[in-house]
């Protein structure tokens, strides 16, 4: 269990969409593409102009937007244990929370569960995409079935790990209301010190940062974590490092959202601080 207590979730900010293959592919290859697709994503370009073709989701591929938004008004904290698109309605209940605690002037943006594709203020994007926050619509999009894709590329299957990706592109949604997103879009979207690499090592620190508030206080949604549990967030972030997912080969001057070591450092600052302030990958090149 992650998830503490009982009872309904607030799922005013979370709908459903999609329903099926067919919006442009977005070529994974051995994770390089979709790392590659999440930046184009990130700074507002069309996904969809990328490559063509079509796609499947393995988990949800049969549902349409009504089946999901069904799905999601049935979720209880109880079920946020044990169904993944109630973990991910109960994790954006807790990430908002935190937020609305540590940000003056947090906005709640918008969830959007999907399967298989969806039409986005970013463009189309397909599940081969995986989670990504738009800045144009403020919306942050994912299909369950990433979670798949993610243990297949080495990832955890934990329950905090998949909170951990939501979280991180709540991050995103941070960093877009304090001006970090277009910072970063000036800075580049390739190489070891790019602004895009500063933008994602910081959404893992906002994500590390939501850790460390999670379970706290009287109304703590999440059981107090355990090491088993971060552990399962390091085995994620290591498997999503730009040096992992290239390979042997890995050229830095190629990386978009920073090294194994890079993402577990800097989801382990916010963690460890719990103080956003210490998340500012601008300000330093050690990063």
């Given at each position: 269990m992650t998830f503490q207590g009982g009872g309904p979730l607030d799922t005013s900010t979370i709908s459903g969409g999609g329903g099926g293959g067919g919006m442009g592919r977005i070529a994974v290859g051995g994770g390089a593409g979709l790392i590659f697709t999440l930046i184009a994503l990130f700074f507002g370009i069309n996904p969809g102009s990328i490559t063509g073709g079509t796609t499947t989701s393995d988990s949800m591929s049969?549902?349409?937007?009504?089946?999901?938004?069904?799905?999601?008004?049935s979720c209880t904290i109880e079920k946020a244990n044990t169904d993944d698109v109630c973990r991910i309605v109960a994790t954006v209940n807790s990430v908002n929370k935190v937020w609305e605690e540590q940000l003056p002037g947090y906005t709640k943006p918008q969830t959007k569960i999907f399967s298989g594709s969806v039409n986005t203020g970013c463009g189309p994007a397909t599940s081969?995409?995986?989670?990504?926050?738009c800045p144009a619509d403020q919306t942050?999009?994912?299909?369950?079935?990433?979670?798949?894709?993610?243990?297949?590329?080495?990832?955890?299957?934990?329950?905090?790990?998949?909170?951990?990706?939501?979280?991180?592109?709540?991050?995103h949604h941070v960093e877009n209301l304090t001006g970090v997103l277009s910072k970063g879009n000036r800075m580049g979207a390739q190489g070891p010190k790019s602004g895009s690499v500063r933008i994602e090592l910081q959404a893992d620190c906002l994500a590390g940062v939501w850790a460390y508030h999670s379970d706290k206080g009287p109304d703590a949604m999440l059981e107090p974590l355990t090491?088993?549990?971060?552990?399962?967030?390091v085995q994620t972030a290591k498997a999503i490092g730009d040096d992992t997912i290239q390979g042997a080969n890995s050229n830095p001057e190629g990386w978009t959202h920073g090294s194994a070591q890079q993402r577990v450092r800097w989801f382990g600052i916010g963690y460890k601080s719990g103080d956003p302030r210490q998340c500012d990958t601008f300000a330093t090149n050690d990063l």
């Open positions: 049969s549902q349409g937007s009504s089946e999901i938004d069904q799905h999601i008004q081969d995409t995986g989670p990504f926050y942050i999009y994912i299909d369950p079935s990433f979670f798949t894709m993610l243990r297949r590329m080495g990832g955890s299957n934990g329950a905090l790990a998949q909170e951990y990706v939501i979280a991180h592109e709540y991050g090491q088993d549990q971060i552990a399962d967030v």
